[in-house]
């Protein structure tokens, strides 16, 4: 008797916001079972992968090996954590959903395990039968701590379910294993206690018109103009490289104007990698928009920088929005993030 991985089947995405987590609090959103193509799919705290396996029970007679069951079988596996905590929970759900034969008699328990980055507190995958298939789950959960808990420390959780099933009269069949290393968890910034989050996920930052509207409206201008950002498929990525950041805020800033109450606004931002602090040739990849100020050309394409002077008002207010965005979303050096400008 066998596990067999099969072939995924068919495929969204939604939103989501984090909350406080106990195991067994959450159920898998709608877009995992949506999403079957074998990859991971996430928000920043949590995430979902759909695979496919088969089940066979075999039997040797007269020297010749026939199957005499099968029952295939979804397996969704879905993680979650805090950007506020060091707790993450990690289940497997099984979903018989055909089958036949011998295989139909089976039982599936589970054994989840560590393999770096946190600690398993807590497990249950108790023997449940495949049968009836009534589309419904069952169930694993382990409950997985960080050992990213001193300041300054960074870790990557890697996690592992093990699932045996077990027929009368044959041998048990282990599955393949699965592992997820989604979340990575810190207590690197000053002022926040530990916690994880799934750093390949682009967070959104957000801007309105009513708080900030000439900053609002730069952004948005930049962004028309084919600068990246605006959506989670072409977004900005985090750097903490201070010389690098001055070095591009002074570039797309050279030789601003003097104007009363206000200050040279860039984006992308200079906490960004796709600012100018890398670029040679960041004279000619300066671009401005009217009622700016600046005598640049109205440039378009997706490398370089815009420049606008804005209120120093609405400078202050950006700075705040964009460090707690960075504490709040624990978005370290190289992790993307994309800006929602609402006008």
């Given at each position: 008797?066998?596990?067999?991985?099969?072939?995924?089947?068919?495929?969204?995405?939604?939103?989501?916001?984090?909350?406080?987590?106990?195991?067994?609090?959450?159920?898998?959103?709608?877009?995992?079972?949506?999403?079957?193509?074998?990859?991971?799919?996430?928000?920043?705290?949590?995430?979902?992968?759909?695979?496919?396996?088969?089940?066979?029970?075999?039997?040797?007679?007269?020297?010749?090996?026939?199957?005499t069951g099968e029952v295939s079988i979804r397996v969704l596996e879905f993680v979650y954590g805090d950007p506020n905590q060091t707790a993450m929970f990690y289940q497997i759900m099984v979903v018989p959903y055909a089958g036949w034969g011998d295989?139909?008699?089976?039982?599936?328990?589970?054994?989840?395990?560590?393999?770096?980055?946190?600690?398993?507190?807590?497990?249950?995958?108790?023997?449940?039968?495949?049968?009836?298939?009534?589309?419904?789950?069952?169930?694993?959960?382990?409950?997985?701590?960080?050992?990213?808990?001193?300041?300054?420390?960074?870790?990557?959780?890697?996690?592992?379910?093990n699932m045996v099933a077990t027929v009368a009269g044959y041998p048990p069949a282990s599955s393949p294993i699965y592992q997820q290393n989604q979340f990575r968890c810190d207590n690197a910034f000053a002022g926040r206690s530990a916690g994880c989050?799934?750093?390949?996920?682009?967070?959104?930052?957000?801007?309105?018109?009513?708080?900030?509207?000439?900053?609002?409206?730069?952004?948005?201008?930049?962004?028309?103009?084919?600068?990246?950002?605006?959506?989670?498929?072409?977004?900005?990525?985090?750097?903490?490289?201070?010389?690098?950041?001055?070095?591009?805020?002074?570039?797309?800033?050279?030789?601003?104007?003097?104007?009363?109450?206000?200050?040279?606004?860039?984006?992308?931002?200079?906490?960004?990698?796709?600012?100018?602090?890398?670029?040679?040739?960041?004279?000619?990849?300066?671009?401005?928009?009217?009622?700016?100020?600046?005598?640049?050309?109205?440039?378009?394409?997706?490398?370089?920088?815009?420049?606008?002077?804005?209120?120093?008002?609405?400078?202050?207010?950006?700075?705040?929005?964009?460090?707690?965005?960075?504490?709040?979303?624990?978005?370290?050096?190289?992790?993307?993030?994309?800006?929602?400008?609402?006008?």
């Amino acid at each position: 008797m066998c596990v067999e991985v099969g072939p995924p089947d068919s495929k969204a995405r939604d939103q989501g916001r984090a909350g406080q987590v106990t195991p067994s609090s959450l159920i898998p959103p709608g877009w995992c079972a949506d999403h079957q193509d074998g990859n991971w799919w996430a928000l920043r705290w949590q995430g979902c992968r759909t695979t496919s396996a088969t089940l066979v029970t075999r039997r040797t007679v007269d020297g010749a090996t026939v199957i005499t069951g099968e029952v295939s079988i979804r397996v969704l596996e879905f993680v979650y954590g805090d950007p506020n905590q060091t707790a993450m929970f990690y289940q497997i759900m099984v979903v018989p959903y055909a089958g036949w034969g011998d295989a139909l008699a089976a039982t599936i328990t589970g054994t989840a395990s560590t393999v770096s980055g946190c600690t398993l507190a807590a497990q249950s995958f108790p023997s449940q039968p495949l049968s009836p298939l009534n589309g419904q789950f069952r169930i694993g959960e382990s409950s997985l701590n960080s050992t990213a808990t001193a300041a300054g420390a960074v870790a990557n959780c890697t996690a592992r379910w093990n699932m045996v099933a077990t027929v009368a009269g044959y041998p048990p069949a282990s599955s393949p294993i699965y592992q997820q290393n989604q979340f990575r968890c810190d207590n690197a910034f000053a002022g926040r206690s530990a916690g994880c989050v799934i750093p390949w996920v682009a967070e959104e930052m957000d801007f309105n018109s009513t708080t900030t509207p000439e900053i609002a409206s730069h952004i948005f201008q930049a962004q028309v103009s084919g600068l990246p950002g605006a959506t989670n498929t072409t977004p900005l990525h985090r750097s903490t490289d201070t010389a690098k950041n001055d070095r591009a805020y002074n570039r797309a800033c050279y030789q601003s104007p003097a104007v009363t109450d206000r200050s040279c606004d860039e984006y992308p931002f200079k906490s960004a990698n796709e600012g100018l602090g890398d670029d040679p040739d960041w004279l000619n990849h300066r671009r401005t928009f009217d009622y700016c100020w600046f005598g640049l050309p109205r440039q378009t394409g997706s490398i370089g920088a815009s420049v606008c002077m804005v209120l120093n008002t609405e400078q202050n207010i950006q700075g705040g929005t964009i460090s707690t965005f960075y504490q709040d979303w624990r978005v370290m050096n190289g992790d993307p993030f994309w800006v929602h400008v609402n006008l």
